[in-house]
């Protein structure tokens, strides 16, 4: 008779605590950055090509211009390029900065059941606090970690153990919703249970590990983790 008792599946984890990547995840701003990374290079003759968009996405700034300069041999400087990609940003966020489709329903039913909340992204603090604020978000998560809270970016796993410290539970009954293969990559090395949610061009990104590939922060699936 054949031996069943190690054939069973593991119960997943209750979630007691969700993190939020924000570029392209809550708000549209990944859309915008193509924009302006495609501004960018066209001043100086260049394209935007879909593999640099690869490399450069869910990364600090500093460290996706520095690819974009030697990607492309610009003479630019890092801080140069980041004054030219703020003036040029500016005027987006004024005209076309919107929640991603689902992000204030799911962040207010997490409010409503006390599941505690937060923000861990690889953009600056005040382009983060700015971005939350404009689209009604900013007060409704208990913390907001960017690139100034962390020594080592994403894909490196430090931001997102940090979030767990932060929201008080084990990196495993923390669930990480992401948009970017990058992004991804930090939340599964830091073993959170993680939902990929990608949009536009991160449809393409390999998300292994993931516990499941949504179609929008309204996908019913993210409740039903929620849920177990």
Same mark, same amino acid.
């Given at each position: ?98 929640p991603m489709p689902g992000a204030v329903s799911l962040v207010d039913m997490l409010l409503a059941?006390?599941?505690? $909340?937060?923000? !861990?992204? +690889? ?5 983060? *606090? /700015? #971005? =939350? &604020? ?76 993931? $516990?499941?590939? !949504?179609? +929008? ?5 993210? *409740? /039903? #983790? =929620? &849920?177990?």
């Amino acid at each position: 008779m054949t031996d069943m008792t190690h054939t069973h599946t593991p119960v997943p984890p209750r979630i007691r605590g969700v993190a939020f990547d924000l570029d392209g995840l809550l708000v549209n701003t990944e859309e915008l950055y193509q924009h302006v990374g495609t501004e960018l290079l066209a001043r100086r003759g260049r394209l935007f090509e879909a593999d640099l968009l690869d490399q450069m996405m869910g990364r600090p700034q500093q460290v996706s211009l520095q690819i974009m300069i030697d990607w492309h041999g610009l003479s630019d400087t890092i801080e140069a390029l980041a004054k030219e990609t703020h003036e040029i940003f500016a005027g987006l966020l004024d005209t076309r900065l919107e929640p991603m489709p689902g992000a204030v329903s799911l962040v207010d039913m997490l409010l409503a059941r006390g599941i505690p $909340r937060g923000v !861990a992204t +690889s953009s600056g603090p005040d382009f983060a *606090h /700015d #971005v =939350l &604020g404009r689209v009604g978000l900013g007060e409704r998560f208990g913390f907001i970690l960017t690139a100034a809270d962390v020594t080592h970016g994403k894909p490196h796993p430090e931001i997102y153990e940090s979030a767990a410290r932060r929201l008080g539970v084990a990196t495993g009954e923390m669930l990480v919703l992401e948009d970017s293969e990058n992004g991804c990559r930090a939340a599964v090395a830091a073993g959170a249970v993680v939902i990929a949610v990608p949009g536009g061009h991160s449809r393409r990104h390999d998300f292994a590990g993931a $516990r499941l590939i !949504a179609d +929008s922060l309204a996908d019913p699936r993210i *409740h /039903d #983790v =929620l &849920g177990q």
